[in-house]
T-cell receptor, first 111, second 112 residues
Framework: DAGITQSPRYKITETGRQVTLMCHQT?????MFWYRQDLGHGLRLIYY???????DKGEVPDGYVVSRSKTENFPLTLESATRSQTSVYFC??????????FGDGTRLSIL | QKEVEQNSGPLSVPEGAIASLNCTYS??????FFWYRQYSGKSPELIMS??SNGDKEDGRFTAQLNKASQYVSLLIRDSQPSDSATYLC????????????WGLGTSLAVNP
């Protein structure tokens, strides 16, 4: 039971570079979510997807791009990374009405 | 602005005591309520979900929901040092019941 996996677990990159965070789930859940978690802000929704080829913005989408060509994958791309995007990123999936379940997270540092 | 409020803590309790964590929410149309536990450096882990008024028990955990007063609480009986973590309250957005509104979490420390 692999569940939901995120890669890489840790990433260091430089400002202006493009970086893609991967999220893969084996449950065939319809919904997938990307969050970032920062001290003082808690979990904030970046983007979510209700099904393959259906995505929608969350609370803080600027500077991020997502795609969902297959149900099991939901990559998050930072097109031109900025220091303010240094954060811990969590992917979650959900099979409604069941609750969301989270991956282990990616710790991203942008220098 | 729809909000979920939690006392940030830290809440400190002795081992074996009852820990009581509270959460209030502003969106009266919210229908689903969740408690997640997050250990330092780890991802949130679902502990309890509750959908109707009253109490729901699962082992040492009890979730309590009062929609009229717009609060949900989590009781942890016989607290253990391994319960030391941050507890996140999450509530569905009534306009889109797949999106969660998150509290900032309450830090719990259980002292041996």
């Amino acid at each position: 039971d692999a569940g939901i996996t995120q890669s890489p677990r840790y990433k260091i990159t430089e400002t202006g570079r493009q970086v893609t965070l991967m999220c893969h789930q084996t449950w065939s859940h319809s919904y997938m979510f990307w969050y970032r978690q920062d001290l003082g802000h808690g979990l904030r929704l970046i983007y979510y997807s209700a099904a393959a080829d259906i995505t929608d913005k969350g609370e803080v989408p600027d500077g991020y791009v997502v795609s969902r060509s297959k149900t099991e994958n939901f990559p998050l791309t930072l097109e031109s990374a900025t220091r303010s995007q240094t954060s811990v990123y969590f992917c979650a999936s959900q099979d409604p009405p069941e609750p969301q379940h989270f991956g282990d997270g990616t710790r991203l540092s942008i220098l | 602005q729809k909000e979920v409020e939690q006392n940030s803590g830290p809440l400190s309790v002795p081992e074996g005591a009852i820990a009581s964590l509270n959460c209030t929410y502003s969106d009266r149309g919210s229908q689903s309520f969740f408690w997640y536990r997050q250990y330092s450096g780890k991802s949130p882990e679902l502990i309890m979900s509750i959908y109707s008024n009253g109490d729901k028990e699962d082992g040492r955990f009890t979730a309590q929901l009062n929609k009229a007063s717009q609060y949900v609480s989590l009781l942890i009986r016989d607290s253990q040092p391994s319960d030391s973590a941050t507890y996140l309250c999450a509530v569905t957005n009534a306009g889109n019941n797949r999106k969660l509104i998150w509290g900032l979490g309450t830090s719990l420390a259980v002292n041996p």
